[in-house]
């Protein structure tokens, strides 16, 4: 991307305090720095004169003004704004900006030519900026993104793509020799992929610092990271609303980030089971046959999902009548059973007079229109289909009652599909959103949240206290507060299961930790190790679903035969087993932003080896997960950061000085570790399903180092479906573990009110030590309590 001809303004003058921050003259525009909090700042630059304040719907909220101290201070030819966590430089002419913590360590720092800073250059309503970079800092962050975990050494756009849709991607991959694997929609490298959230952190290599960069801008966005000395950030329209974050840890930069754009909400504790998926054309009877076939089995699942073959000729909000006579009977005989049923909605209407939601929505005029004023019509699964114009509250409204209405029937969730959006091969720009009043590049990566957002709404609005969920294939900044995310059509290949750990620790550290790769892969067709692996490691994600495309083989955990089923329960019980960590892990996400699937580099910022290190993550804040992804492979290099470990499995004990150990990864396990310290609450026994989940004892294992160490963990337990939790109808146990010389003592302090349906009546301790474990019961019914390891 070539921006010499870009225009820069020469010189910042009539600077001035304001409340917030100051502002500044630019030669004609104006600039803006708001003070958010010590750490984060908010620089604009206006349009025309002009400041968009809603550039999109990714904040929460707009944050509040609070009183925060800062001081400007103009010397010379610069202007210093200093609070206590970061100072902002501006210098006058030519006009540049630099942001430093107060240890003189930079946040950022503009990139300079002999025409002056690449603060920000503008041409044709695009604009870009020009930020320094060492050479072997790392880049993280950007949310799904294809390649390695370290985003440095490739460039990136935001653009939410249909990915397999040859016409979607097109554009994309013929800017590429075959070969490259960016010439391949397929390949573990594509770029762009369905979920656009432009946020990123720069750490530097040498004194492990990181700062983060939010740019609020819904446009079409390019993000290069290929040169060694230098980032460029493009984007090709609206106006720069940057958030700068001086960190210096990635945990508080995300932290502020989703205080500015929100967390996950707390999903309701079915969500976290097994959910069974598959594009195919079922009837009811099929329906409830598996998922009596899963009883039979003995393998916990939670959720059957029913893709576009439920529909009436793929007419949202409509049910195929010759498949599904009873649907209504079927969910309910399934609602008894314990198993949901989720299904999916598209956000395009097919075109046909005489279908009610599309005669509604042309009355309602909820659909999106050109310029000239014409239904935009786009091509997916029912043919002709008009699309709702979600920028438009009225649409969303609308949207949310329709599926409100949908979900009367039993429904437990909602999957969003093809709202990248997807348009077939009809161009998607002639859509305009608001009632024609802006460009479609304005709504465009923002389509899937505004639906997730008028879905969730509607929902919330017919069954105020009832834990909503939506999953989303695309998404932009934001997305989390409405939806989980899938990482689209992967495919059954060794390389996409790898991918998927990137691709998950790229959205967690982006604000969404509600993610899930299709387990199996989706495209293609998978083979029994492959799926087994795969279910080992789904089973430890945060969303667990298998998935797979019409007319490919079975994908269902017994459709391998014994071992494979085998594997299947045992990972799956084991997920189970887990749900009070998992749901405690959610708890602590919806509360502070901190990712349940997490790349190393968020707990180990400072430990320089695990830059690059992206084939394994933390599945919670103490557990450590290296998935085994090649075929034939029993064995594996783990690093473990500095620390007592203890494995899974054996309960063998590792004492690291941040070192890489080969394991072994027989078929019927996948390699996991547990943090000493850590107290991690289980089920004795998994259930089949999570309804009616009132455990009378939980257990809590506790690893013990050999080392001094205190430890914190949290066990929150409520009814897992409504919001009394948030009144404080709970019961949150949090843990204190204490190794001190020859004492090993775990402390626990209860809180909340309680919640009807609260059982338990006693913890199991099981303290697992370097030379085994041994257990012991107390009675617990949400009391204080101290023991100790004699
Ligand atoms: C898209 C989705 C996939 C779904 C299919 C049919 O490809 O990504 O999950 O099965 O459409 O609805």
């Known amino acids: 991307m070539k921006t010499d001809n870009y225009a820069r303004f020469a010189r910042a003058h009539s600077i001035t305090q304001t409340k917030r921050g100051l502002t500044a003259a630019l030669d004609g525009e104006q600039l803006r720095i708001d003070v958010l909090a010590p750490d984060v700042v908010r620089i604009k630059i206006s349009r025309g004169g002009v400041f968009d304040e809603k550039p999109s719907f990714a904040l929460a909220d707009e944050p509040t003004p609070m ?24 210098s006058h002419e030519p006009f540049a900006i630099d942001v430093y913590r107060p240890d003189g360590s930079v946040v950022f720092e503009s990139v300079r030519d002999q025409h002056g800073a690449w603060s920000y250059g503008h041409e044709n309503d695009s ?11 790392p880049i993280y962050g950007l949310g799904e993104k294809t390649g390695g975990f370290n985003r440095r050494g490739r460039d990136f756009t935001l653009w939410n793509t249909d990915v397999l849709n040859p016409t979607a991607s097109g554009e994309f991959t013929a800017q590429y020799e ?25 750490q530097d290599f040498s004194g492990g610092h990181i700062s983060g960069s939010f740019i609020d801008n819904p446009y ?4 290069d990271f290929s040169a060694e000395d230098e980032i460029k950030i493009h984007f090709g329209g609206g106006q720069y609303t940057e958030y700068v974050f001086a960190g210096p840890d990635m945990c508080r930069i995300l932290f502020q980030y989703t205080t500015l754009t ?52 793929y007419r949202v909000f409509t049910w195929n009548k010759e498949r599904y006579p009873d649907a209504p009977g079927m969910l309910a005989r399934l609602a008894d059973a314990g198993v949901k049923v989720i299904t999916i909605i598209d956000p395009g209407v097919k075109e046909d007079p005489g279908y009610e939601v599309y005669d509604d929505g042309v009355k309602n005029q909820v659909f999106a229109i050109t310029e000239g004023g014409d239904e935009y019509i786009g091509q997916v699964w029912p043919g002709d289909t008009a699309f709702p114009d979600f920028a438009n509250e009225r649409a969303r409204e609308w949207w949310g ?58 929902l919330l609005k017919a069954m105020p206290n009832l834990r909503t969920f939506v999953l989303s294939r695309a998404g932009s900044a934001g997305i989390q507060r409405y939806a989980a995310n899938w990482m689209g059509d992967n495919m059954s290949r060794w390389d996409h299961l790898w991918l998927s750990i990137p691709m998950g620790n790229g959205l967690s550290v982006s604000g969404q930790s509600f993610v899930g790769a299709d387990i199996g892969g989706f495209a293609e067709d998978t083979n029994p190790e492959l799926y087994a692996r795969w279910i080992q490691y789904g089973a430890l994600t945060p969303f667990a679903r298998v998935h797979s495309v019409i007319n490919t083989i079975d994908q269902y955990v017994w459709s391998f035969g014994d071992e494979v089923l085998k594997i299947s329960r045992d990972a799956l019980k084991l997920r189970y087993r887990l749900l009070p960590y998992i749901y405690s892990s959610f708890v602590t996400a919806s509360q502070t932003g901190a990712p349940i699937q997490a790349p190393l580099i968020y707990d180990h910022q400072y430990d320089p080896k695990v830059r690059d290190l992206d084939d394994q993550y933390l599945f919670g804040a103490s557990i450590l997960v290296a998935p085994v992804f090649a ?23 590792y004492v690291s000085k941040g070192e890489t150990f080969t ?18 609450p289980m089920l004795e026994e998994a259930p089949l399903n999570t309804k009616g989940l009132a455990p009378k004892k939980i257990q809590l294992h506790v690893f013990v180092p050999e080392g001094n160490i205190e430890y914190q963990s949290m066990l929150q337990e409520d009814d897992g479906l409504t919001f009394d939790a948030a009144d404080g109808k709970l019961v949150r146990t949090e843990f204190n573990f204490v190794r001190n010389g020859d004492r090993t003592l775990l402390e626990a302090r209860s809180t909340g009110k309680g919640f009807d349906g609260f059982a338990r009546e006693e913890f199991e301790v099981i303290w697992h030590t370097a030379q085994g474990a041994s257990s012991k019961t107390i009675a617990n019914a949400g009391e204080d309590f101290e023991l100790e390891l004699s």
């Not at 397929?186 to 990123?200: A, C, G, K, L, N």
């Not at 899963?294 to 939670?302: A, I, K, S």
């Not at 437990?412 to 599909?417: M, V, Y």
């Not at 394991?663 to 991690?680: E, H, K, S």
């Open 663 to 680: 394991v072994d990864a027989p078929l019927a396990t996948i390699p996991m570790f547990v943090r000493a310290g850590a107290v991690i």
């Open 401 to 458: 009652e329709l599926n409100a209405e949908h979900v009367k029937s039993g429904l437990a969730g909602i999957w969003n599909d093809m709202n990248e959006p997807a348009t077939g091969d009809k161009d998607p720009l002639p859509m305009r959103f608001d009632q024609g009043k802006y460009e479609h590049e304005r709504f465009h990566n923002q389509y899937a949240m505004l639906m997730a957002m008028g879905t969730t709404e509607g």
């Open 220 to 223: 079409r966005g390019f993000y």
């Open 262 to 313: 929100g967390r996950t909400a707390l999903p309701p504790i079915w969500s976290l089971g097994f959910h069974q998926c598959r594009w195919f054309g079922y009837n009811q009877d099929d329906v409830e046959r598996l998922v009596a076939k899963y009883r039979e089995v003995d393998v916990p699942l939670d959720a059957f999902w029913l893709d576009i073959d439920y529909m009436d000729g």
């Open 178 to 202: 075959p070969g490259d694997l960016r010439a391949d929609n397929s390949s573990t490298e594509f770029d762009p992929y369905y979920v656009s959230i432009p946020f990123f952190y720069h």
């Open 127 to 137: 604009f870009v900026i020009r930020r320094r970079v060492a050479k072997s800092d």
């Open 67 to 90: 009183s925060i101290g800062f001081k400007v201070k103009t010397q010379g030819d610069r202007t210093e704004l200093t609070t206590e966590g970061m100072r902002v430089v501006i």
């Open 631 to 653: 075929a034939g492979q029993t064995k594996r290099d783990v690093y473990l950061p500095e620390g007592e470990w203890f494995d899974w499995h054996t309960g063998k004990h």
